[in-house]
């Protein structure tokens, strides 16, 4: 489990600034959302967590230590990419054990691993199999499962059911919050998906344009919308 504070933090492409001064403390096993419509910087200010993108200015801390300038192996967070990630030609033991495999584990250490996540992911009966010979939830299953073999602190998710159709995205909501809990793991978790939000969420996050519009738990946010943006966003009566 992982703390991660932002300080003050910016993001800057060129000329035009994307992230304007974003201040959040994060604690440890938090369940955090962020929400707000296409463009506002959800992804960008998520990548910059996960180190994938260069923080222009503020700091990043990590557990308290500042993180800003770190590559994405040093940080101890994993990001969960979409399904369609996955290797074609690899089964699904070797997507899940692909990068302690790159970074020179031993074998019978690997093999624990991935049976540990096969296990807390219900796969274990599809180890063999290859991505195309599973159903969407399967694969984004495994897409998790390739972060879980590597112990992280913390996940990081980017509109991980965006692709799934209507049934699996409530199936797989329900799986992420079970993950949550039998991990005690601090999650930050990208949405456009208002359900999503609330079901899942400790608190949200509201971005608008680049800053933080409201900050909250789910309740709060729908009883008492700092402004219309986010009472619209929300879906609040208000
Ligand atoms: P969201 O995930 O909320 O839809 P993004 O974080 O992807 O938003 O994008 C925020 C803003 O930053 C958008 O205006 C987008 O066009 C811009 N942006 C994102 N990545 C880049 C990039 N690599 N170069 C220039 N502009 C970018
Ligand atoms: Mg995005």
Not at 52 to 67: C, F, K, M, P
Not at 112 to 129: F, I, M, Q
Not at 162 to 186: C, F, G, P, W
Request: neutral net charge; hydrophobic residues 45%.
């Amino acid at each position: 489990m992982a703390s991660i504070e932002l300080k003050a933090v910016e993001k800057w492409f060129g000329n035009v600034q994307v992230i304007k001064g974003v201040d959040l403390a994060i604690e440890e096993g938090e369940f955090i959302i962020f929400v707000g419509p296409s463009g506002c910087g959800k992804s960008t200010l998520l990548r910059m967590i996960a180190g994938l993108e260069e923080t222009s200015r503020g700091q990043i801390l990590i557990d308290g230590r500042d993180a800003t300038a770190e590559a994405p192996s040093q940080r101890g967070l994993t990001m969960v990419f979409q399904s369609y990630a996955l290797y074609p030609h690899m089964s699904v033991r070797d997507n899940m054990g692909f990068s302690l495999k790159a970074a020179g584990e031993p074998k019978d250490k690997i093999a624990a691993k991935v049976d540990h996540a096969a296990e807390v992911l219900k796969l274990g009966a599809y180890l063999d199999r290859r991505p195309k010979d599973l159903s969407g939830g399967q694969r984004q299953r495994v897409a998790i499962g390739r972060s879980i073999v590597r112990d992280p602190t913390a996940f990081l998710f980017d509109e991980p059911l965006s692709n799934l159709d209507a049934a699996l995205r409530v199936e797989m909501r329900y799986e992420i919050a079970k993950l949550h809990q039998s991990l005690s793991a601090t999650m930050i978790y990208v949405t456009h998906d208002q359900v999503e939000a609330m079901t899942l969420a400790d608190r949200i996050v509201v971005l608008e344009g680049g800053k933080i519009a409201q900050i909250g738990a789910p309740r709060e946010l729908y009883e008492h919308p700092a402004n219309l943006f986010v009472a619209q966003f929300i879906g609040s009566p208000k």
